[in-house]
């Protein structure tokens, strides 16, 4: 399948680079058409720029209908694939059925479905609270349910007696960003069909 991928991020965007990385030395085919986010700060942003990718960013103080915004710029770039990498809102039901089913991918950093809903740090903090010694990534599909879309491919790490929510975080976070491109590639070369 060839891949024309949209982004949508609200943060730093440390998965949207892994991903330009890989396209760009060629471990991953595939063209990033667009990156769109939800907050003016997002470091994302920058990483739009330098990797000359359009990116445009649309909430509730800049626009009436931002998701209509959204998926008017899905489709005027044409992509194929909407990556949600940190991205911290759900996708609207009317969005979800603009495109196929199967049109939009997240990351959840934790083994889906433990510790579903829940956002970033928050993930981790309820790891540690468990008694879990594994904590680790998913990619999953998204649909209405939130987190609850079929499981594509997870990546373990282990969690030590000794960590915190940032620790554990950044362990998990170095999971995607093998995982995610992975995952892409997988799709791409049609050994997991969406
Ligand atoms: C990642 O850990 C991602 O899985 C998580 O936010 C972080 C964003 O990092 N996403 C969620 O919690 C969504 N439910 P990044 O901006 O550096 O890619």
């Known amino acids: 399948m060839e891949l024309s991928i949209g982004f949508l991020a609200s943060h730093n965007g440390s998965n949207v680079r892994a991903i330009l990385e890989n396209i760009k030395s060629g471990r991953l085919e595939a063209k990033a058409s667009v990156i769109i986010t939800n907050n003016t700060t997002a470091g994302v942003i920058q990483i739009a720029d330098e990797y000359s990718i359009p990116s445009y960013c649309f909430n509730k103080n800049n626009s009436q209908d931002p998701w209509q915004k959204v998926l008017n710029k899905l489709k005027e770039h044409k992509v194929n694939l909407g990556v949600l990498a940190g991205f ?84 998990v976070l170095a999971a995607e960003h093998i995982l995610y491109s992975y995952t892409l590639a997988e799709i791409q070369k049609g050994r997991i069909i969406l």
């Open 88 to 171: 911290m809102k759900e996708v609207p039901q009317f969005v979800l059925s603009a495109f196929s089913p199967n049109y939009f991918l997240n990351i959840h950093p934790a083994l889906l479905p433990k510790y579903a809903g829940l956002y970033g740090i928050d993930v981790h903090r309820a790891v540690i609270q468990s008694r879990d010694k594994e904590s680790g990534a998913t990619v999953h599909i998204v649909n209405e349910e939130y987190d609850r879309g079929k499981i594509l491919t997870q990546l373990k790490v282990p969690r030590y007696n000794t960590d915190t929510p940032e620790t554990l975080a950044a362990r």
